[in-house]
């Protein structure tokens, strides 16, 4: 299995700040990942795949950017609707396809 | 606008079969461009996918459940659904649908859209 291991755990940050999320990959994935936005009680929402492709209707706030086994999501002015858990996903091998353990955005 | 829905049982006692369905609306399940999946969440947890299934039915399982797991898919209804056996509390989860793309080498790309999830509860 691929695993993917996202840092930090739990981010606290302040309304306009940039903020970086990183997912590593235990072992190549190329630029085959994806992130996801969950909401308390909501579905998951793709925000980026191909590691840096953003989705339609995706603020341009949110970027991404890595390559191979070290990837970043980055909000580049937090804003207080971003509070959210933030996955990501690989899907360079479907045997299986592995998320990261997530990572807890909030607001100072 | 495609949407997908998840529809089952709330309630598995331990031992039993989970069975749920995912039901596909704005668009068909008949497309070589994608693969259909299913993915849970514990209470409290991440994401786990469970596997994927083609129109045409073949299908691609997590290794780790393939031997409870059973994924099917019905075009006539614009369908698929999902059968994992020998439940125990650890199949307590929120299970959600979602459609992912396919191209090139990927078989099994990013999932969009997703249902809203429905929750599975294993207890006697």
């Known amino acids: 299995d691929i695993q993917m291991t996202q840092s930090p755990s739990t981010l606290s940050a302040s309304v306009g700040d940039s903020v970086t999320i990183t997912c590593r990959a235990s072992q190549s994935v190329s630029n085959w990942l994806a992130w996801y936005q969950q909401k308390p009680g909501k579905a998951p929402k793709v925000l980026i795949d191909g590691a840096s492709s953003l989705h339609s209707g995706v603020p341009s706030r949110f970027s991404g950017s890595g390559s191979g086994t070290e990837f970043t999501l980055t909000i580049s002015s937090l804003q207080p609707d971003d509070v959210a858990t933030y996955y990501c996903?690989?899907?360079?091998?479907?045997?299986?396809?592995?998320f990261g353990q997530g990572t807890r955005l909030e607001i100072k | 606008q495609l949407q997908l829905q998840e529809s089952g049982p709330g309630l598995v006692k331990p031992s039993e079969t989970l069975s749920l369905t995912c039901s596909v609306s704005g668009g068909s399940i008949s497309s070589h461009l994608y693969y259909w999946g299913w993915i849970r969440q514990p209470p409290g947890k991440g994401l786990e996918w469970l596997g994927n299934?083609?129109?045409?039915?073949?299908?691609y399982y997590n290794p780790s459940l393939k031997s409870r797991l059973n994924i099917s898919v019905d075009t006539s209804q614009n369908q698929f659904s999902l059968k994992l056996t020998s439940v125990t509390a650890a199949d307590t989860a929120v299970y959600y649908c979602?459609?992912?793309?396919?191209?090139?080498?990927?078989?099994?790309?990013?999932?969009?859209?997703w249902g809203q999830g429905t929750q599975v509860t294993v207890s006697s």
């Open positions: 979602g459609r992912s793309t396919t191209f090139g080498m990927i078989l099994i790309g990013w999932f969009d859209p």
């Open positions: 299934v083609f129109y045409r039915g073949t299908t």
């Open positions: 996903q690989q899907y360079r091998s479907y045997s299986p396809i592995t």
